[in-house]
């Protein structure tokens, strides 16, 4: 590959990078609470900048409880468990 080819391919990339990042998924709370099967108190305390919609960051951290996902890991491989 030449010069402008690389050039044209990474200018390319990086713009469909832009583009995806700028797409931000919301959702109500209502829909929240529905998805996460938590209370309302608990999809409101996930509402961090208060603007009551749900964006993919905080349903992250509203349903995956840290060490969640290496527990179930670990007790599903027969590898020990952590302490």
């Known amino acids: 590959m030449n010069t402008r080819t690389l050039f044209t391919l990474l200018l390319t990339m990086m713009s469909g990078a832009a583009i995806a990042v700028d797409k931000v998924q919301f959702m109500t709370l209502d829909e ?25 960051v905080e349903f992250a951290a509203l349903t995956v409880a840290p060490g969640d996902a290496p527990a179930d890991a670990t007790e599903r491989s027969g590898a020990p468990a952590r302490e």
Do not use: F
């Open 32 to 56: 929240a609470q529905q998805a996460s099967s938590k209370s309302a108190e608990e999809v409101r305390a996930a509402d961090i900048n208060g603007d009551r919609l749900i964006d993919t």
